[in-house]
């Protein structure tokens, strides 16, 4: 999200200086590990679709002027009881923001997707304008284009203090004080920790991706590319009154030997200065019981893992806004939690309204940083 704010102001001739405490585009934070999906018709919550309308746009843009498709429209698969969160809340925002959508029951899934195993009361709505995005390359292309734009971006340089003064906000960084007219934070999962001004805590729970081979070998990798097999979400009812476990996943990106999928938020509380990296097949062992069932031709062995981090507060829904007591001078673009990153391109523009309008036209109350949480 910063890469992004740096992107915007710069581009609109602002003075921008971006720190980050990292590396360009690095694997410590929450959007690192190759992909993520992006889509449209959102379940969580339609006022979220207009948000998405402008992030496709800037998305198709950022692949342009990067020279690299960063948005695969692969299509997204959202999977489960007609009556779960995923599939009625994906049919409902659909319906009210009239998008395309195409509701398939079990045969049509085993017609057209046979590496999807639906049990007999589950049934998908597929949107054919989703997909995923490139993680990485998507940070760097902001911050490359930022950087073209003029702004100066320091890495491995932490903030170490921010402070409200007469003269503008006042930051200590890399052993220097940089005065500026206006800041933002896009701090992800340190949100909470490395700064003077409070904010409301922000959760950090530690989340594990995972890539397997195919049951069927190498050669059976070509089921799961982008062509045949889209990202997918996919609501499980809990047992006996127990939460509903939603996996997710993503076809095989070009050149690499497995296949991704997760969890979504089954992770347990984490500190983003000690976050434990080392992923094992205990880490595993949950989202293979439903793979077995789901996917089983995806499960071959696991190769790799990766940590990450959801950030965000109780009601999940992003944090952005001018901070409360900071007399609008500081941004904040934060709590972006499990499923923000489709939505990077669109929160530089509104970051970057903030800063040099004083406010966007982009409706964004539902994210207000004092709104009740
Ligand atoms: C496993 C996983 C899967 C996900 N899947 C999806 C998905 O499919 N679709 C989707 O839309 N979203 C998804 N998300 C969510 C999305 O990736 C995140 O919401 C988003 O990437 C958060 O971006 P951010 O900029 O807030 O945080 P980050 O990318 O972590 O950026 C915060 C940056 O601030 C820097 N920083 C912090 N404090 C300081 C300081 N004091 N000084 C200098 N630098 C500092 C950090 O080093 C970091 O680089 C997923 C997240 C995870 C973890």
């Not at 690095?26 to 993520?36: P, Y």
Request: hydrophobic share 40%.
């Amino acid at each position: 999200m910063g890469s992004s704010a740096a992107y915007h102001l710069a581009r609109r001739g602002q003075r921008v200086l971006g720190l980050e405490q990292f590396t360009p585009a690095h694997d410590r934070g929450s959007s690192h590990g190759g992909t993520r999906i992006v889509r449209q018709a959102y379940f969580e919550r339609p006022d979220y679709v207009p948000l998405l309308r402008r992030s496709y746009e800037l998305w198709d843009e950022l692949s342009v002027q990067s020279g690299r498709e960063l948005f695969v429209r692969c299509g997204a698969l959202m999977i489960g009881r007609p009556d779960s969160a995923v599939v009625a809340g994906t049919v409902k925002s659909a319906q009210q923001w009239d998008l395309p959508v195409e509701t398939l029951d079990r045969a049509a899934m085993r017609a057209r997707y046979p590496q999807f195993s639906l049990p007999e009361d589950h049934i998908a709505v597929l949107e054919a304008n989703a997909g995923y995005a490139l993680a990485e390359p998507s940070v760097l292309a902001n911050l490359e284009l930022a950087s073209d734009a003029g702004a100066e971006l320091w890495f491995e340089t932490a903030m170490e203090s921010i402070e409200l003064g007469p003269d503008g906000v006042r930051i200590q960084a890399g052993g220097l004080e940089v005065i500026a007219a206006k800041v933002v934070l896009a701090t992800g999962a340190w949100a909470s920790t490395s700064l003077a001004l409070e904010l409301a805590p922000i959760g950090v729970l530690r989340q594990t991706v995972h890539w397997y081979e195919p049951a069927g070998g190498q050669a059976a990798l070509v089921d799961f590319d982008p062509q045949r097999f889209p990202v997918y979400l996919w609501e499980w009812p809990g047992e006996e009154g127990a939460r509903p476990t939603e996996i997710y996943g993503f076809p095989r990106v070009s050149g690499d030997p497995g296949v991704k999928a997760g969890i979504y938020r089954d992770g347990s509380p984490a500190h983003p200065d000690q976050l434990d990296r080392v992923v094992t097949d205990a880490d595993a062992a949950n989202l293979e019981r439903y793979l077995a069932k789901a996917l089983p031709g995806l499960l071959g062995p696991r190769l790799r893992g990766s940590a990450c981090m959801y950030a965000g507060v109780p009601d999940d829904d992003f944090v952005i806004g001018f901070h409360p007591r900071s007399g609008a001078r500081v941004v904040l673009a934060v709590g972006f939690s499990g499923h923000g990153f489709k939505f990077m391109p669109v929160v530089g523009e509104i970051v970057a309204d903030l800063v040099i309008d004083g406010e966007t036209i982009h409706d964004i109350d539902f994210l207000a940083p004092d709104r009740p949480s």
